[in-house]
């Protein structure tokens, strides 16, 4: 199957500083990705459709000029968490959505903690 | 706008017991819907898909079910174990993927 690989892993950083999440195709051309964060104990929750070589589709209430997503190439889309705040430390992960009929596969999944 | 919903939101049976784990969706026109599992403060594991034209699929102890037009899925779990702890998702697939509220397993032997 599809393989995804998200970077990095976990991270913490300082409050107003920027974490830029990727995730990677490693075995197939990802025109589209969907970026998910997911806060303790709750669901997933959708954020942004990422694009190939076009702007992404953001969901209502998702604050597009601070969670920044770049999808320039069809191997790689990324997620910059601008100017983060404690409020923004939660679980982010990103999902390839090649075809609307098949499985859907997921990167390993980014805790962030901003302190 | 779609909406999953996940009945219970937790459960906490002995080892042994067969389980039955409820996904509801406002919006019928899917393409599929998938059942995952999710360990604590670990990512996704993909149990069973079922396409939108199927009506259910097995995989070992696990079979999911799928009623498009009532919008409702249902995972089993035969035989459980203190091993299938863990929350479990349904995410249904439209021209996104949207997840359910989830249900907290806990298994105890």
């Known amino acids: 199957g599809a393989v995804v690989s998200q970077h990095p892993s976990w991270v913490i950083c300082k409050s107003g500083t920027s974490v830029k999440i990727e995730c990677r195709s490693l075995d197939f051309q990802a025109t589209t990705m969907f970026w998910y964060r997911q806060f303790p104990k709750q669901s997933l929750m959708l954020m942004a459709t990422s694009n190939e070589g076009s702007k992404a589709t953001y969901e209502q209430g998702v604050e597009k000029d601070k969670f920044l997503i770049n999808h320039a190439s069809l191997t790689l889309s990324t997620l910059t968490v601008t100017s983060a705040h404690p409020e923004d430390s939660s679980f982010y992960i990103c999902?390839?959505?090649?075809?609307?009929?098949?499985?859907?596969?997921f990167g390993q999944g980014t805790r962030l903690t901003v302190v | 706008k779609q909406e999953v919903t996940q009945i219970p939101a937790a459960l906490s049976v002995p080892e042994g017991e067969n389980l039955v784990l409820n996904c509801s969706f406002t919006?019928?026109?899917?393409?599929?819907l998938q059942w995952f599992r999710q360990d604590p403060g670990k990512g996704l594991t993909s149990l069973l898909l079922i396409q939108s034209s199927q009506r259910e699929q097995t995989s070992g102890r696990l079979n999911a079910s799928l009623d498009k037009s009532s919008g409702r899925s249902t995972l089993y779990i035969a035989a459980s174990q203190p091993g299938d702890s863990a929350t479990y998702l349904c995410?249904?697939?439209?021209?996104?993927?949207?997840f359910g509220t989830g249900t907290r397993l806990q298994v105890f032997p």
């Open positions: 999902s390839e959505a090649a075809r609307g009929n098949t499985e859907a596969f």
């Open positions: 919006d019928s026109a899917i393409y599929n």
């Open positions: 995410a249904v697939r439209t021209d996104k993927l949207i």
